[in-house]
């Protein structure tokens, strides 16, 4: 079965930076596409970005475009979040979850599979 395993969170402070991975298995991903996604306490869960497996597609949050990268490594069948100039307001659990094709890839009611999440708190 299809299995996430996020890691890479932790305790930072506001400027610093942090890399979350998100190691995928359990089928061919090669037309699916992989989002990162964030959960505050007492708030909705939030789209931060996705990258397609298989093209050079990737978008962003308004909130993190210009800090945030996603990328991908095929041949580990792993995706990365790059966090940079963290805020205090980027504290969360992150989450990566994948579905098949990039149609509406930050609605994450429409993601098949997730991971546990990983925390990621920053400090003022």
């Known amino acids: 079965q299809v299995q996430l395993v996020e890691s890479g969170g932790g305790l930072v402070q506001a400027g610093g930076s942090l890399r979350l991975s998100c190691a995928a298995s359990?089928?061919?991903?090669?037309?699916?596409?992989m989002g990162w996604f964030r959960q505050a306490p007492g708030k909705e869960r939030e789209f931060v970005a996705a990258i397609s497996w298989n093209i050079d597609i990737t978008v962003y949050a308004d909130p993190v475009k210009g800090r945030f990268t996603i990328s991908r490594d095929n041949a580990k069948n792993t995706v990365y979040l790059q966090m940079s100039s963290l805020k205090p307001e980027d504290t969360a659990v992150y989450y990566c979850?994948?579905?098949?094709?990039?149609?509406?890839?930050?609605?994450?009611?429409?993601?098949?599979?997730w991971g546990q999440g990983t925390q990621v708190t920053v400090s003022s």
């Open positions: 979850a994948t579905k098949p094709g990039f149609y509406r890839s930050d609605t994450y009611t429409l993601y098949n599979y």
């Open positions: 359990g089928r061919d991903f090669s037309s699916f596409v």
